[in-house]
Protein backbone atom coordinates (compact mmCIF):
# COMPACT_ATOMS: atom_id res chain seq x y z
CA UNK A 1 0.00 0.00 0.00
CA UNK A 2 0.90 3.46 -0.45
CA UNK A 3 0.81 5.23 3.19
CA UNK A 4 3.38 8.78 3.79
CA UNK A 5 6.30 8.32 5.82
CA UNK A 6 4.11 9.80 8.97
CA UNK A 7 1.45 7.03 8.58
CA UNK A 8 3.71 4.52 8.24
CA UNK A 9 5.35 5.35 10.98
CA UNK A 10 2.73 5.48 12.86
CA UNK A 11 1.36 2.42 11.75
CA UNK A 12 4.99 0.44 12.54
CA UNK A 13 4.37 1.88 16.03
CA UNK A 14 0.89 0.68 16.77
CA UNK A 15 1.87 -2.59 14.91
CA UNK A 16 4.80 -2.84 17.62
CA UNK A 17 2.37 -1.74 20.54
CA UNK A 18 0.30 -4.53 19.40
CA UNK A 19 3.30 -7.03 19.11
CA UNK A 20 4.35 -6.38 22.43
CA UNK A 21 0.80 -6.58 24.37
CA UNK A 22 0.45 -10.07 22.24
CA UNK A 23 3.77 -11.54 23.08
CA UNK A 24 4.83 -9.98 26.55
CA UNK A 25 2.86 -11.89 28.78
CA UNK A 26 4.52 -15.01 27.61
CA UNK A 27 7.90 -13.43 28.18
CA UNK A 28 7.09 -12.37 31.74
CA UNK A 29 5.95 -16.18 32.60
CA UNK A 30 9.38 -17.09 31.67
CA UNK A 31 11.10 -14.24 33.53
CA UNK A 32 8.93 -14.47 36.99
CA UNK A 33 9.82 -18.00 36.58
CA UNK A 34 13.35 -17.48 38.23
CA UNK A 35 12.17 -15.13 41.23
CA UNK A 36 12.76 -16.10 44.50
CA UNK A 37 9.49 -16.28 46.53
CA UNK A 38 9.62 -12.49 48.48
CA UNK A 39 9.56 -11.08 44.88
CA UNK A 40 6.17 -12.12 44.91
CA UNK A 41 5.35 -10.50 47.36
CA UNK A 42 6.76 -6.96 46.16
CA UNK A 43 4.29 -4.61 44.44
CA UNK A 44 5.88 -4.46 41.45
CA UNK A 45 4.48 -7.67 39.55
CA UNK A 46 6.62 -6.35 36.28
CA UNK A 47 9.89 -6.00 38.14
CA UNK A 48 12.77 -8.63 37.55
CA UNK A 49 13.90 -10.74 39.55
CA UNK A 50 15.86 -9.07 42.44
CA UNK A 51 18.02 -12.25 42.08
CA UNK A 52 18.34 -14.80 39.01
CA UNK A 53 17.21 -18.37 41.19
CA UNK A 54 16.51 -21.60 39.81
CA UNK A 55 14.51 -22.35 43.08
CA UNK A 56 11.47 -23.19 41.57
CA UNK A 57 12.47 -25.23 39.12
CA UNK A 58 14.21 -27.46 41.65
CA UNK A 59 11.01 -27.37 44.23
CA UNK A 60 8.87 -28.53 40.28
CA UNK A 61 11.07 -31.20 40.11
CA UNK A 62 11.13 -32.44 43.79
CA UNK A 63 7.45 -32.42 43.20
CA UNK A 64 8.70 -35.29 41.28
CA UNK A 65 5.58 -36.21 39.10
CA UNK A 66 6.67 -33.80 36.28
CA UNK A 67 8.46 -36.50 35.06
CA UNK A 68 5.73 -38.97 34.75
CA UNK A 69 3.22 -36.31 32.94
CA UNK A 70 5.89 -36.05 30.61
CA UNK A 71 6.32 -39.37 29.86
CA UNK A 72 2.56 -40.23 29.57
CA UNK A 73 2.17 -37.15 27.48
CA UNK A 74 4.73 -38.32 25.07
CA UNK A 75 3.46 -41.51 24.68
CA UNK A 76 0.05 -40.48 23.80
CA UNK A 77 1.65 -37.81 21.55
CA UNK A 78 3.50 -40.30 19.70
CA UNK A 79 1.38 -42.72 19.42
CA UNK A 80 -1.45 -40.96 18.50
CA UNK A 81 0.07 -39.15 15.98
CA UNK A 82 1.84 -42.83 14.35
CA UNK A 83 -1.90 -43.79 13.89
CA UNK A 84 -3.33 -40.80 12.74
CA UNK A 85 -0.61 -40.24 10.55
CA UNK A 86 -1.33 -44.18 9.08
CA UNK A 87 -4.50 -44.17 9.13
CA UNK A 88 -5.43 -40.74 7.45
CA UNK A 89 -2.80 -41.23 4.76
CA UNK A 90 -4.43 -44.80 4.06
CA UNK A 91 -7.70 -43.96 4.12
CA UNK A 92 -7.01 -40.68 1.58
CA UNK A 93 -5.63 -42.94 -0.41
CA UNK A 94 -8.39 -44.61 -1.53
CA UNK A 95 -10.79 -42.07 -1.08
CA UNK A 96 -8.73 -40.33 -3.48
CA UNK A 97 -6.72 -42.39 -5.65
CA UNK A 98 -8.62 -46.03 -5.51
CA UNK A 99 -11.84 -46.49 -7.89
CA UNK A 100 -14.46 -47.01 -4.77
CA UNK A 101 -18.03 -46.30 -5.63
CA UNK A 102 -18.42 -44.74 -1.44
CA UNK A 103 -15.65 -42.62 -1.86
CA UNK A 104 -17.23 -39.31 -2.01
CA UNK A 105 -19.52 -40.15 0.88
CA UNK A 106 -17.09 -41.23 3.20
CA UNK A 107 -14.99 -38.10 2.50
CA UNK A 108 -18.09 -36.65 3.66
CA UNK A 109 -18.41 -38.22 6.64
CA UNK A 110 -15.40 -37.77 7.66
CA UNK A 111 -15.49 -34.20 6.64
CA UNK A 112 -18.63 -33.84 8.94
CA UNK A 113 -16.23 -34.56 12.12
CA UNK A 114 -14.40 -31.00 11.39
CA UNK A 115 -17.93 -29.53 13.04
CA UNK A 116 -18.25 -31.74 15.72
CA UNK A 117 -17.62 -29.96 19.54
CA UNK A 118 -15.93 -32.58 21.57
CA UNK A 119 -18.26 -31.96 24.11
CA UNK A 120 -21.17 -34.12 22.57
CA UNK A 121 -19.05 -37.12 22.65
CA UNK A 122 -17.62 -36.80 26.18
CA UNK A 123 -20.56 -38.64 28.10
CA UNK A 124 -21.01 -41.26 25.54
CA UNK A 125 -17.18 -42.02 25.70
CA UNK A 126 -17.07 -41.45 29.32
CA UNK A 127 -19.61 -44.42 30.20
CA UNK A 128 -18.35 -46.55 27.01
CA UNK A 129 -14.87 -46.37 28.20
CA UNK A 130 -15.80 -47.14 32.09
CA UNK A 131 -17.94 -50.37 30.97
CA UNK A 132 -14.65 -51.05 28.82
CA UNK A 133 -12.69 -50.81 31.85
CA UNK A 134 -10.40 -48.21 29.38
CA UNK A 135 -10.90 -45.61 31.89
CA UNK A 136 -8.40 -43.82 33.65
CA UNK A 137 -5.84 -45.70 31.07
CA UNK A 138 -3.64 -43.55 28.26
CA UNK A 139 -5.92 -46.18 25.81
CA UNK A 140 -9.14 -43.50 26.84
CA UNK A 141 -7.02 -40.77 25.35
CA UNK A 142 -5.60 -41.98 22.40
CA UNK A 143 -8.23 -43.47 20.87
CA UNK A 144 -10.74 -40.34 21.02
CA UNK A 145 -8.14 -38.39 19.63
CA UNK A 146 -7.28 -40.25 16.94
CA UNK A 147 -11.08 -40.20 15.95
CA UNK A 148 -11.07 -35.99 16.68
CA UNK A 149 -7.29 -35.51 14.23
CA UNK A 150 -8.68 -38.07 11.14
CA UNK A 151 -10.87 -35.23 9.65
CA UNK A 152 -8.57 -32.79 9.12
CA UNK A 153 -5.88 -35.02 8.20
CA UNK A 154 -7.50 -37.07 5.78
CA UNK A 155 -8.49 -33.62 4.02
CA UNK A 156 -4.99 -32.79 4.28
CA UNK A 157 -3.81 -35.82 2.72
CA UNK A 158 -6.84 -35.59 0.43
CA UNK A 159 -5.73 -32.20 -1.02
CA UNK A 160 -2.01 -33.28 -1.65
CA UNK A 161 -2.95 -36.75 -3.31
CA UNK A 162 -4.83 -34.57 -6.10
CA UNK A 163 -1.64 -33.89 -7.17
CA UNK A 164 -0.30 -36.77 -7.77
CA UNK A 165 -0.71 -37.75 -10.93
CA UNK A 166 -2.09 -41.30 -12.35
CA UNK A 167 0.65 -41.50 -15.00
CA UNK A 168 2.83 -42.29 -12.81
CA UNK A 169 1.23 -45.29 -10.48
CA UNK A 170 0.44 -46.56 -14.10
CA UNK A 171 3.85 -46.90 -14.17
CA UNK A 172 4.61 -47.89 -11.36
CA UNK A 173 1.76 -51.03 -11.74
CA UNK A 174 3.22 -51.71 -15.69
CA UNK A 175 6.49 -52.10 -13.55
CA UNK A 176 4.68 -54.96 -11.33
CA UNK A 177 4.07 -53.27 -8.12
CA UNK A 178 1.01 -54.16 -6.50
CA UNK A 179 -1.35 -51.99 -4.52
CA UNK A 180 0.04 -52.01 -1.16
CA UNK A 181 3.45 -51.29 -2.79
CA UNK A 182 2.44 -48.48 -4.91
CA UNK A 183 0.84 -47.29 -1.49
CA UNK A 184 3.99 -47.90 0.55
CA UNK A 185 6.89 -47.44 -1.70
CA UNK A 186 5.34 -44.36 -3.53
CA UNK A 187 2.99 -42.57 -2.60
CA UNK A 188 3.58 -43.04 1.10
CA UNK A 189 7.43 -41.27 0.97
CA UNK A 190 6.13 -38.59 -1.51
CA UNK A 191 3.95 -37.23 0.34
CA UNK A 192 6.42 -36.34 3.30
CA UNK A 193 5.54 -32.58 3.36
CA UNK A 194 2.07 -33.57 3.84
CA UNK A 195 3.11 -36.04 7.17
CA UNK A 196 5.26 -32.92 8.52
CA UNK A 197 2.24 -30.79 8.83
CA UNK A 198 0.24 -33.63 9.87
CA UNK A 199 2.56 -34.38 12.73
CA UNK A 200 3.31 -30.74 13.87
CA UNK A 201 -0.15 -29.86 13.74
CA UNK A 202 -1.69 -32.41 15.59
CA UNK A 203 1.37 -32.91 18.17
CA UNK A 204 0.34 -29.69 19.04
CA UNK A 205 -2.87 -29.95 19.76
CA UNK A 206 -2.68 -33.59 21.46
CA UNK A 207 0.03 -32.37 23.57
CA UNK A 208 -2.16 -29.32 24.82
CA UNK A 209 -4.82 -31.70 25.09
CA UNK A 210 -7.28 -31.04 28.19
CA UNK A 211 -11.12 -31.87 28.56
CA UNK A 212 -10.50 -36.02 27.55
CA UNK A 213 -7.40 -35.71 30.11
CA UNK A 214 -9.52 -33.78 32.39
CA UNK A 215 -12.57 -36.11 32.19
CA UNK A 216 -11.01 -39.85 31.92
CA UNK A 217 -8.11 -39.74 33.54
CA UNK A 218 -8.32 -39.64 37.69
CA UNK A 219 -5.38 -41.52 38.63
CA UNK A 220 -2.02 -39.01 38.95
CA UNK A 221 -0.03 -42.12 37.48
CA UNK A 222 -2.02 -42.00 34.00
CA UNK A 223 -2.13 -37.77 33.75
CA UNK A 224 -0.24 -36.12 31.16
CA UNK A 225 0.86 -32.75 31.24
CA UNK A 226 -1.84 -30.33 30.75
CA UNK A 227 -3.90 -31.64 33.70
CA UNK A 228 -0.95 -31.95 35.36
CA UNK A 229 0.15 -28.62 35.64
CA UNK A 230 -3.38 -27.70 37.81
CA UNK A 231 -0.98 -29.53 40.83
CA UNK A 232 0.71 -26.16 41.08
CA UNK A 233 -2.97 -24.50 41.54
CA UNK A 234 -3.58 -24.30 45.21
CA UNK A 235 -6.94 -24.36 46.50
CA UNK A 236 -8.31 -21.44 47.93
CA UNK A 237 -6.00 -18.87 46.31
CA UNK A 238 -2.86 -20.65 47.93
CA UNK A 239 -0.36 -20.98 45.16
CA UNK A 240 2.70 -21.59 44.47
CA UNK A 241 3.61 -18.96 41.48
CA UNK A 242 6.75 -19.48 40.67
CA UNK A 243 6.53 -23.29 40.91
CA UNK A 244 3.63 -22.12 38.36
CA UNK A 245 5.54 -19.91 36.31
CA UNK A 246 8.72 -22.65 36.28
CA UNK A 247 6.48 -25.91 35.35
CA UNK A 248 4.37 -23.35 32.93
CA UNK A 249 7.30 -22.59 31.11
CA UNK A 250 8.99 -26.28 31.33
CA UNK A 251 6.05 -27.72 29.34
CA UNK A 252 5.20 -25.33 27.36
CA UNK A 253 9.54 -25.59 25.56
CA UNK A 254 8.60 -28.68 23.69
CA UNK A 255 5.74 -27.12 21.50
CA UNK A 256 7.64 -23.66 21.48
CA UNK A 257 10.60 -25.85 20.04
CA UNK A 258 8.57 -27.60 17.93
CA UNK A 259 6.78 -24.05 16.63
CA UNK A 260 9.82 -22.02 15.93
CA UNK A 261 11.80 -25.24 14.23
CA UNK A 262 8.31 -26.05 11.67
CA UNK A 263 7.06 -23.18 12.25
CA UNK A 264 5.52 -22.70 8.48
CA UNK A 265 4.21 -26.19 8.70
CA UNK A 266 2.66 -25.52 12.31
CA UNK A 267 0.58 -22.65 10.89
CA UNK A 268 -0.50 -23.42 7.39
CA UNK A 269 -1.78 -26.59 9.33
CA UNK A 270 -3.38 -24.65 11.80
CA UNK A 271 -5.27 -22.50 9.62
CA UNK A 272 -6.15 -25.12 7.46
CA UNK A 273 -7.85 -27.01 10.48
CA UNK A 274 -9.41 -23.78 11.67
CA UNK A 275 -10.65 -22.84 7.96
CA UNK A 276 -12.58 -26.13 6.74
CA UNK A 277 -14.79 -25.55 9.52
CA UNK B 1 -4.33 -50.94 -13.86
CA UNK B 2 -7.86 -50.33 -13.16
CA UNK B 3 -8.13 -54.09 -11.74
CA UNK B 4 -5.60 -52.93 -9.11
CA UNK B 5 -7.39 -49.79 -8.43
CA UNK B 6 -10.66 -51.87 -7.69
CA UNK B 7 -9.14 -54.20 -5.24
CA UNK B 8 -12.14 -54.52 -3.13
CA UNK B 9 -9.83 -56.18 -0.10
CA UNK B 10 -7.52 -53.14 -0.80
CA UNK B 11 -10.28 -50.49 -0.10
CA UNK B 12 -10.81 -52.22 3.36
CA UNK B 13 -7.48 -52.84 4.10
CA UNK B 14 -7.06 -49.14 3.80
CA UNK B 15 -9.86 -47.66 4.80
CA UNK B 16 -11.70 -49.68 8.19
CA UNK B 17 -8.58 -48.38 10.65
CA UNK B 18 -9.45 -45.36 10.33
CA UNK B 19 -13.36 -45.73 9.86
CA UNK B 20 -13.73 -48.05 12.50
CA UNK B 21 -11.60 -45.70 14.75
CA UNK B 22 -13.75 -42.45 14.02
CA UNK B 23 -17.34 -44.16 13.93
CA UNK B 24 -16.52 -45.50 17.25
CA UNK B 25 -14.98 -42.30 19.05
CA UNK B 26 -16.82 -39.73 17.03
CA UNK B 27 -19.99 -40.44 15.09
CA UNK B 28 -21.50 -43.43 17.06
CA UNK B 29 -21.45 -40.79 20.52
CA UNK B 30 -23.62 -38.18 18.62
CA UNK B 31 -26.48 -41.02 18.45
CA UNK B 32 -25.64 -42.54 21.83
CA UNK B 33 -25.96 -38.88 23.43
CA UNK B 34 -29.47 -37.77 21.47
CA UNK B 35 -30.80 -41.14 23.05
CA UNK B 36 -29.64 -40.60 25.82
CA UNK B 37 -31.36 -37.11 26.06
CA UNK B 38 -34.61 -38.93 26.53
CA UNK B 39 -33.46 -40.20 29.91
CA UNK B 40 -33.19 -39.90 33.57
CA UNK B 41 -30.06 -41.55 34.68
CA UNK B 42 -27.49 -41.17 36.72
CA UNK B 43 -24.80 -43.65 34.92
CA UNK B 44 -25.23 -46.19 37.61
CA UNK B 45 -28.72 -47.64 38.59
CA UNK B 46 -31.70 -48.25 35.80
CA UNK B 47 -32.08 -45.73 32.57
CA UNK B 48 -35.21 -44.51 32.93
CA UNK B 49 -36.98 -43.27 29.82
CA UNK B 50 -38.83 -39.25 30.15
CA UNK B 51 -39.41 -39.02 26.31
CA UNK B 52 -38.79 -35.21 26.24
CA UNK B 53 -38.76 -34.31 29.74
CA UNK B 54 -35.29 -33.20 29.93
CA UNK B 55 -35.94 -30.86 26.60
CA UNK B 56 -38.88 -29.03 28.65
CA UNK B 57 -36.76 -28.98 31.61
CA UNK B 58 -34.57 -27.31 29.33
CA UNK B 59 -36.27 -24.69 27.96
CA UNK B 60 -39.03 -24.45 30.71
CA UNK B 61 -37.99 -24.26 34.39
CA UNK B 62 -34.27 -24.22 34.50
CA UNK B 63 -33.10 -20.25 34.99
CA UNK B 64 -29.05 -21.49 35.18
CA UNK B 65 -29.75 -23.14 31.84
CA UNK B 66 -30.76 -19.71 30.34
CA UNK B 67 -28.11 -17.76 32.51
CA UNK B 68 -25.55 -19.94 30.92
CA UNK B 69 -27.22 -19.34 27.02
CA UNK B 70 -26.92 -15.45 27.52
CA UNK B 71 -23.87 -15.34 29.38
CA UNK B 72 -22.31 -17.80 26.21
CA UNK B 73 -23.77 -14.95 24.06
CA UNK B 74 -21.95 -12.31 25.64
CA UNK B 75 -18.61 -15.02 25.60
CA UNK B 76 -19.26 -15.16 21.25
CA UNK B 77 -19.44 -11.22 21.44
CA UNK B 78 -16.23 -10.36 22.87
CA UNK B 79 -14.18 -13.58 21.58
CA UNK B 80 -15.50 -12.50 17.63
CA UNK B 81 -14.41 -8.86 18.12
CA UNK B 82 -11.13 -9.82 19.48
CA UNK B 83 -10.48 -12.50 16.76
CA UNK B 84 -11.87 -11.22 14.01
CA UNK B 85 -12.05 -7.73 14.47
CA UNK B 86 -8.73 -7.19 16.52
CA UNK B 87 -6.94 -10.20 14.11
CA UNK B 88 -8.61 -7.92 10.69
CA UNK B 89 -6.95 -4.78 12.07
CA UNK B 90 -3.88 -6.54 12.45
CA UNK B 91 -3.76 -8.50 9.45
CA UNK B 92 -3.79 -4.56 8.01
CA UNK B 93 -0.96 -3.10 9.83
CA UNK B 94 1.15 -6.28 8.62
CA UNK B 95 0.28 -5.44 4.88
CA UNK B 96 1.91 -2.02 5.80
CA UNK B 97 4.89 -3.13 7.74
CA UNK B 98 7.53 -3.46 5.11
CA UNK B 99 10.52 -4.91 7.46
CA UNK B 100 10.33 -8.52 9.68
CA UNK B 101 6.77 -9.71 8.86
CA UNK B 102 7.77 -12.78 8.74
CA UNK B 103 9.08 -12.11 12.58
CA UNK B 104 6.17 -10.56 13.56
CA UNK B 105 3.40 -13.31 12.19
CA UNK B 106 5.72 -15.92 13.82
CA UNK B 107 5.44 -14.09 17.13
CA UNK B 108 2.11 -13.05 17.28
CA UNK B 109 0.74 -16.26 16.52
CA UNK B 110 3.04 -18.01 20.06
CA UNK B 111 0.45 -18.05 22.26
CA UNK B 112 -2.18 -20.14 20.12
CA UNK B 113 0.30 -23.11 20.56
CA UNK B 114 0.15 -23.24 24.79
CA UNK B 115 -2.11 -25.29 26.60
CA UNK B 116 -5.50 -23.41 27.74
CA UNK B 117 -4.17 -24.40 31.64
CA UNK B 118 -0.84 -22.66 31.21
CA UNK B 119 -3.07 -19.45 29.68
CA UNK B 120 -5.71 -19.93 32.54
CA UNK B 121 -2.97 -20.01 34.88
CA UNK B 122 -0.84 -16.53 33.37
CA UNK B 123 -4.54 -14.94 32.90
CA UNK B 124 -5.34 -15.79 36.96
CA UNK B 125 -2.41 -14.01 37.70
CA UNK B 126 -2.78 -11.34 35.46
CA UNK B 127 -6.18 -10.05 36.75
CA UNK B 128 -5.02 -10.87 40.66
CA UNK B 129 -5.91 -8.41 43.31
CA UNK B 130 -3.75 -9.73 46.19
CA UNK B 131 -0.85 -9.90 45.57
CA UNK B 132 -1.15 -7.15 42.82
CA UNK B 133 -1.03 -8.67 39.20
CA UNK B 134 0.04 -7.22 36.15
CA UNK B 135 -3.62 -5.69 35.38
CA UNK B 136 -3.93 -3.64 38.45
CA UNK B 137 -0.92 -2.75 38.74
CA UNK B 138 -0.43 -1.16 35.44
CA UNK B 139 -3.94 0.82 35.96
CA UNK B 140 -2.37 2.01 39.47
CA UNK B 141 1.07 3.32 37.46
CA UNK B 142 -1.45 5.26 35.07
CA UNK B 143 -3.18 6.79 38.16
CA UNK B 144 -6.74 4.80 37.69
CA UNK B 145 -5.85 3.14 40.62
CA UNK B 146 -9.56 3.23 41.49
CA UNK B 147 -10.22 0.83 38.68
CA UNK B 148 -8.59 -1.87 39.95
CA UNK B 149 -10.09 -4.68 40.90
CA UNK B 150 -10.24 -8.50 41.73
CA UNK B 151 -11.28 -9.05 38.33
CA UNK B 152 -12.60 -12.50 38.18
CA UNK B 153 -14.54 -12.57 41.54
CA UNK B 154 -16.47 -9.39 40.41
CA UNK B 155 -19.65 -9.88 39.28
CA UNK B 156 -19.86 -7.59 36.53
CA UNK B 157 -16.31 -7.84 35.35
CA UNK B 158 -15.82 -12.12 35.69
CA UNK B 159 -17.65 -12.58 32.54
CA UNK B 160 -15.47 -10.28 30.37
CA UNK B 161 -12.70 -11.01 32.07
CA UNK B 162 -13.14 -14.85 31.31
CA UNK B 163 -13.54 -14.09 27.66
CA UNK B 164 -10.32 -11.60 27.04
CA UNK B 165 -7.44 -14.66 27.62
CA UNK B 166 -9.45 -16.97 24.85
CA UNK B 167 -9.67 -14.26 22.70
CA UNK B 168 -5.82 -13.09 23.08
CA UNK B 169 -5.01 -16.44 22.13
CA UNK B 170 -6.02 -16.80 18.68
CA UNK B 171 -5.76 -13.16 17.73
CA UNK B 172 -2.75 -14.14 15.67
CA UNK B 173 -4.59 -17.60 13.87
CA UNK B 174 -6.98 -15.31 12.55
CA UNK B 175 -4.48 -12.57 11.86
CA UNK B 176 -2.86 -14.85 9.38
CA UNK B 177 -6.12 -16.35 8.06
CA UNK B 178 -7.03 -12.71 6.79
CA UNK B 179 -3.27 -11.63 6.13
CA UNK B 180 -3.34 -14.18 3.38
CA UNK B 181 -6.49 -13.15 2.10
CA UNK B 182 -5.25 -9.73 1.99
CA UNK B 183 -2.40 -10.47 0.19
CA UNK B 184 -3.96 -12.33 -2.28
CA UNK B 185 -5.90 -9.15 -3.88
CA UNK B 186 -4.34 -8.92 -6.85
CA UNK B 187 -1.75 -5.70 -6.99
CA UNK B 188 -3.10 -4.56 -10.49
CA UNK B 189 -6.81 -3.99 -9.08
CA UNK B 190 -5.48 -1.89 -6.40
CA UNK B 191 -3.43 0.52 -8.35
CA UNK B 192 -6.32 0.63 -10.71
CA UNK B 193 -8.34 1.86 -8.07
CA UNK B 194 -5.70 4.55 -6.97
CA UNK B 195 -5.78 6.15 -10.74
CA UNK B 196 -9.18 6.82 -10.38
CA UNK B 197 -8.54 8.23 -7.42
CA UNK B 198 -9.73 6.29 -4.30
CA UNK B 199 -8.61 6.97 -1.08
CA UNK B 200 -6.65 4.26 1.42
CA UNK B 201 -10.47 4.51 3.43
CA UNK B 202 -12.31 3.62 -0.28
CA UNK B 203 -10.01 1.57 -1.47
CA UNK B 204 -10.17 -0.75 1.83
CA UNK B 205 -14.20 -0.44 2.14
CA UNK B 206 -14.97 -0.64 -1.66
CA UNK B 207 -12.70 -3.16 -3.15
CA UNK B 208 -10.92 -4.74 -0.27
CA UNK B 209 -13.38 -5.80 1.68
CA UNK B 210 -15.85 -6.86 -0.66
CA UNK B 211 -12.58 -9.67 -1.88
CA UNK B 212 -12.11 -11.39 1.41
CA UNK B 213 -15.34 -11.43 2.19
CA UNK B 214 -15.20 -15.00 1.95
CA UNK B 215 -12.72 -15.64 4.17
CA UNK B 216 -13.98 -13.08 6.52
CA UNK B 217 -17.28 -15.01 6.87
CA UNK B 218 -15.29 -18.19 7.47
CA UNK B 219 -13.55 -16.56 10.03
CA UNK B 220 -16.79 -15.38 12.11
CA UNK B 221 -17.68 -18.51 12.14
CA UNK B 222 -15.17 -20.45 13.33
CA UNK B 223 -14.46 -17.70 16.01
CA UNK B 224 -18.13 -18.00 17.09
CA UNK B 225 -18.83 -21.82 16.58
CA UNK B 226 -15.43 -21.98 18.62
CA UNK B 227 -16.91 -19.49 21.46
CA UNK B 228 -20.26 -21.84 21.85
CA UNK B 229 -17.85 -24.71 22.14
CA UNK B 230 -15.86 -22.33 24.76
CA UNK B 231 -14.88 -24.44 27.57
CA UNK B 232 -11.27 -24.86 28.70
CA UNK B 233 -10.55 -21.32 30.20
CA UNK B 234 -13.71 -20.67 31.91
CA UNK B 235 -13.66 -23.79 33.93
CA UNK B 236 -10.15 -23.49 34.90
CA UNK B 237 -10.26 -19.64 36.03
CA UNK B 238 -13.90 -19.18 37.52
CA UNK B 239 -15.30 -22.96 37.33
CA UNK B 240 -18.55 -20.70 36.46
CA UNK B 241 -18.62 -18.35 39.43
CA UNK B 242 -19.09 -16.52 41.26
CA UNK B 243 -22.53 -17.71 41.66
CA UNK B 244 -23.55 -17.81 37.66
CA UNK B 245 -21.79 -15.04 36.42
CA UNK B 246 -19.09 -16.80 33.89
CA UNK B 247 -21.45 -19.68 33.73
CA UNK B 248 -21.23 -20.78 29.55
CA UNK B 249 -23.42 -24.39 28.19
CA UNK B 250 -20.74 -26.24 28.10
CA UNK B 251 -19.44 -25.72 31.58
CA UNK B 252 -22.72 -26.31 32.87
CA UNK B 253 -23.44 -29.33 30.50
CA UNK B 254 -20.05 -30.35 32.08
CA UNK B 255 -20.66 -29.80 35.26
CA UNK B 256 -24.11 -31.43 35.34
CA UNK B 257 -23.27 -34.90 33.38
CA UNK B 258 -19.83 -35.03 35.55
CA UNK B 259 -20.50 -33.52 38.82
CA UNK B 260 -24.16 -33.91 39.79
CA UNK B 261 -24.09 -37.30 37.56
CA UNK B 262 -27.17 -36.34 35.05
CA UNK B 263 -26.08 -38.42 32.38
CA UNK B 264 -29.72 -37.49 30.84
CA UNK B 265 -30.11 -33.78 31.19
CA UNK B 266 -26.57 -33.39 30.59
CA UNK B 267 -26.93 -35.35 27.13
CA UNK B 268 -29.88 -32.66 26.10
CA UNK B 269 -27.51 -29.93 26.96
CA UNK B 270 -24.72 -31.41 24.31
CA UNK B 271 -27.01 -31.80 22.13
CA UNK B 272 -28.54 -28.44 22.42
CA UNK B 273 -24.64 -27.48 21.81
CA UNK B 274 -24.63 -29.23 18.59
CA UNK B 275 -27.65 -27.61 16.97
CA UNK B 276 -26.99 -24.41 18.35
CA UNK B 277 -23.77 -24.32 16.21
CA UNK B 278 -25.13 -25.44 13.44
CA UNK B 279 -28.10 -22.77 13.46
CA UNK B 280 -25.43 -20.08 14.31
CA UNK B 281 -23.67 -20.95 10.76
CA UNK B 282 -26.86 -20.87 8.96
CA UNK B 283 -27.81 -17.73 10.31
CA UNK B 284 -23.80 -15.59 10.07
CA UNK B 285 -23.68 -17.31 6.22
CA UNK B 286 -27.39 -16.41 5.46
CA UNK B 287 -25.95 -12.62 7.08
CA UNK B 288 -23.02 -12.20 5.37
CA UNK B 289 -24.48 -12.97 2.11
CA UNK B 290 -27.61 -10.81 2.11
CA UNK B 291 -25.37 -7.67 2.45
CA UNK B 292 -23.73 -8.30 -0.52
CA UNK B 293 -26.59 -7.11 -2.77
Known amino acids: ?277 | MDKILRNRKAVLVFLLPALLVYVFTVLAPILWSMYFSFFSWDGVSDMVYIGLDNYTKMFGGDKTFWKAFSNNLIYVFIIVAMQVFLGLLVAILLTSITKGRELFKTLYFAPAIITSVAIAQLFTSVYSFEPVGMLNFILQQLGLGAWSKPWLSDLKWALGAVSVPEGWRYIGLYMIILYTALLSIPSDIEEAARIDGASSWDLFWSIKMPLIKPVLTVSIIMATTGALKGFDIPYLMTNGGPGRVTELLPTYMYKTAFSSLDFGYGSAMAVFIVIESLIAVAFIRRMMESKET
Open chain 1, 1 to 277: MNYSRYSKAFLAVISFALLIIQVYPLVWVFISSFKAPTDFSSSNPLSLPSKFTFENYLSVWRKGNLGTYFSNSLIVAVTTIVLVILFSAMAAFVIEKMRFKWAQSVLFLFLCGIMIPIQVVLIPLFILYNKTGIINTLTSLILPQVGFALPISIYLFVSFYKYISNEIMEAAVMDGCGIYQVFWRMIFPLSRNTIVTVVVMNLIFIWNEFIFANTFIHDLSSRTIPVGLMDYIGQYGLTDWGATYAAISITTIPTMLVYFIFNKSVISGMTAGATKG
